[in-house]
């Protein structure tokens, strides 16, 4: 079973603060790593997706990936309470059309 | 900015009775997915479509349901016969697909809630 998967938190930090959210993957033949950002009763939103070992920076987000440790992580600097959401972490195999393996997801709340 | 779109967005149905739900996705998108995710779980993969044909499909995916796109526009997820586990939020999501790696970022619409009573 090809799992994904995160920090059961709630994670809560204070405004301005850094949040960073962490995922790990079982299968070795992942290839592409995606963060969506899903308010409650919404669908997800795309925000980060990263390639290739190291970071990539997006604004105030910075994804990072390291394949050896089959880790990925997202930071979000000057973390606004707009940023409270469910963020979550998916994975898909080399391939466009390569479905989405998700992981449960890290409530995330910015407090005041 | 083009969106994914779908309807409706809430749709109530008797257990056993069948369901269709649908989507337009992005406009130049080749690769097309359904995902479901019942209350307080992960989001999970149903199926994927392209050039006119189911690409991939998982478990959840039984003789229960089907896909199709019946124009070059819409694509459908219809539920024969529901149940009440049927219940869930229904996500379509498209993606590019072009080139020889393809792009493969996935954009998804604001969902179906579907309640089986």
């Known amino acids: 079973q090809k799992e994904v998967e995160q920090n059961s938190g709630p994670l809560s930090v204070p405004e301005g603060a850094i949040a960073s959210l962490n995922c790990t993957y079982s299968?070795?033949?992942?290839?592409?790593f995606f963060w969506y950002r899903q308010y409650s009763g919404k669908s997800p939103e795309l925000i980060m997706f990263i390639y290739s070992n190291g970071d990539k920076e997006d604004g105030r987000f910075t994804a990072q990936l390291n394949k050896a440790s089959q880790y990925v992580s997202l930071l979000i600097r000057d973390s606004q309470p707009s940023d409270s959401a469910t963020y979550l972490c998916?994975?898909?195999?080399?391939?466009?059309?390569?479905?989405?393996?998700f992981g449960k997801g890290i409530t995330l709340s910015v407090r005041p | 900015e083009p969106e994914v779109t779908q309807t409706p967005s809430h749709q109530v149905t008797q257990m056993g009775q069948e369901v269709i739900l649908r989507c337009v996705p992005i406009?130049?998108?080749?690769?097309f997915y359904w995902y479901r995710q019942i209350l307080g779980q992960k989001v999970e993969f149903l199926v994927s479509?392209?050039?006119?044909?189911?690409?991939?499909k998982s478990e959840i995916f039984d003789d229960q349901f089907s896909v199709e796109r019946p124009d070059g526009s819409n694509f459908t997820l219809k539920i024969r016969s529901t149940k009440l586990e049927d219940s869930a939020m229904y996500f379509c999501?498209?993606?590019?697909?072009?080139?020889?790696?393809?792009?493969?970022?996935?954009?998804f619409g604001q969902g179906t809630r579907l309640t089986v009573v």
């Open positions: 406009s130049n998108h080749l690769y």
């Open positions: 299968d070795r033949g992942s290839q592409s």
């Open positions: 998916a994975v898909t195999r080399r391939g466009a059309n390569s479905k989405l393996t």
């Open positions: 479509f392209y050039n006119n044909e189911i690409s991939e």
């Open positions: 999501a498209s993606s590019e697909g072009y080139g020889d790696r393809g792009r493969d970022e996935a954009f």
